[in-house]
């Protein structure tokens, strides 16, 4: 009897993280999943339960306790691991001349420590060719203004995550920019504006599956880019 391929993702009570666990989900992957909302993200997986076997918990992944947590209930063995959650910052954004310090801490421990936290735990359950997904942003590589906070986050994630794919030649090691998206996140960082013109996060899927059932290289990729779809 095959085994089920194993999957913790993070950040999956909306967005790309419930459009990634929608298809993992239909490819037969057993699912560990999070969000901060215990209501929402349950609501969220209801569909899943009828497809593959979901284990949901609520939590905020900066917490040890949890990350501890999603590493236990995955099991013995991880095959996937996709560091999708999330910390925009204060909306509308600040420049960095007006941004808090305390929530630029905020941001680099959801976005950055976090991270880092649960591959940490997870090393020992990672399967030889297990695959590390960070989930990043342009806003890692291009100065735009008011993105400070969250960009730097994100440059830091990228670099982290080079360095773990040196440190880890056993694994695959993604930072994977998904491109911009029609999500909750999105319309906080353009309160106000109307966003509808920005694809669905199910249009950046199709390149994290390239990267889950491909054979590239740790490094740097773009989700859209990846799919052959405009970036």
Request: hydrophobic share 45%; proline share 8%; net charge negative.
């Amino acid at each position: 009897m095959a085994v089920m391929p194993t999957a913790i993702v993070t950040g999956a009570s909306r967005g790309l993280g419930l459009a990634l666990a929608h298809a993992l989900a239909d490819r037969g992957w057993r699912l560990v999943v999070d969000a901060r909302d215990g209501a929402a993200l349950e609501a969220a997986v209801a569909p899943l339960r009828h497809r593959t076997h979901v284990v949901a918990i609520a939590g905020d992944v900066g917490d040890a306790w949890h990350r501890s947590g999603l590493v236990a209930a995955a099991g013995p063995r991880i095959d996937l691991l996709v560091n999708n959650a999330s910390d925009l910052g204060p909306s509308p954004l600040p420049t960095l001349g007006r941004l808090p310090l305390d929530a630029l801490e905020q941001v680099l421990r959801t976005n950055l420590v976090a991270p880092l936290g649960l591959v940490q735990t997870a090393l020992p359950q990672l399967v030889e060719g297990a695959r590390v997904i960070n989930v990043s942003s342009d806003a890692a590589v291009e100065p735009y203004e008011g993105w400070g906070g969250y960009g730097a986050s994100k440059a830091a994630l990228d670099q982290l995550s080079a360095i773990l794919a040196a440190e880890n030649p056993g694994l695959r090691v993604y930072a994977v920019d998904p491109g911009d998206m029609n999500t909750r996140m999105h319309q906080d960082a353009f309160p106000g504006e109307d966003i509808s013109d920005r694809p669905p996060p199910e249009a950046s899927v199709p390149g994290l599956l390239a990267l889950i059932d491909g054979d590239l290289p740790s490094g740097r990729y773009a989700a859209r880019a990846l799919a052959g779809a405009p970036a």
